[in-house]
């Protein structure tokens, strides 16, 4: 790209030395339209409990849930995405809960469909909030099995698309997924049911919150390399969303979020497909530990939410999206 332009003439501060005018050239634009809102979910009645590893985040039971759904629906959040935290006794090798049709994402799924209208629910295919081991799939002679573990994905998405889940996420890493999980739904015709894939997702250090908040971070042996992406590359990105694309993707995500900028932009220069981005819990407590202990401003948040809007993101999901202050978003 050639460099037009020479000081004195040239005077790039005259475009930034008023707010109008700052706002009126910006390049993105952020609203909370591009927010998605993960909500975990507990077993129980009644309660709202903290989360330790992740500062002003709650587990709710069921019935609670109407106490975050009403603040996203009043910050006009199109979407919000269910995470369970399973008891131990119901967790085991194979998962099975993620196929029981009264675990806490299908009771969650039902109650927001019932009690919302225009409120878009996503809801995670992987099993690892279910399983004793803490991994996304089944294990088969000490490997995590992919074929195996496909059969187990596709009963769960059909399952969570009969309750009403509008967004089926499978981010579980296994190849085929994609195309497999599509097919079952349309043969149950389910059509309308959208597929956002967790396609480019990093084995990555920034996840622990989240396994601690779905209870999993305990259970988990090893770790997720065998099937999450190596942090070291960045072509396989491509394939990983080009194959997707072929399965039958809607739409495609990128995780975690803020490291992974580079990934984003690429992938929006690439395909012409909706790319959301995931701020993951691990960006999220950096943060808001940050916040809590006045190492940052509260508007780093907003600044964190337009790097991802310049690298290409059409949609983020945030643990930060029913707080934001809205007064900072202009
Ligand atoms: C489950 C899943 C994970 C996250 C979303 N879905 C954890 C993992 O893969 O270990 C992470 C989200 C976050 O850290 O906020 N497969």
Known sequence: MKILGKFPTTRLRRVRNSDWLRRLVSDSNLSTNDLVLPIFLKEGKNKIEKIKSMPGINR????????ILDKAKKFKIP?????????DKKKNTNGTEALNENNLICKGIKLIKKKYNNLGVMTDVALDPYTTHGHDGVILNNKIDNDETLKILVKQAVLQ???GSDVIAPSDMMDGRIGVIRKSLDKNKFVETKILSYAVKYASNFYGPFRDAVGSKSKLKGDKKTYQMD???KN??????????????DMVMVKPGMPYLDIIQLI????KIPVFA????GEYSLIKNGINKNIIDEKTIIETLYSFKRAGSNA???????TINLDLLN
């Open 60 to 67: 709710y039971t069921v019935d609670k849930i109407p106490y």
């Open 79 to 87: 979407m919000v995405a269910l995470f369970p935290q399973t008891p």
């Open 161 to 163: 698309a009969e309750m």
């Open 231 to 233: 942090f070291r590359n």
């Open 236 to 249: 396989e990105s491509l394939r990983e969303i080009a194959l997707d694309i072929k399965e039958g993707a």
């Open 268 to 271: 929006k220069d690439n395909f």
């Open 278 to 281: 995931y701020q993951v819990s």
């Open 316 to 322: 983020i999901i945030t643990y930060f999206a029913d």
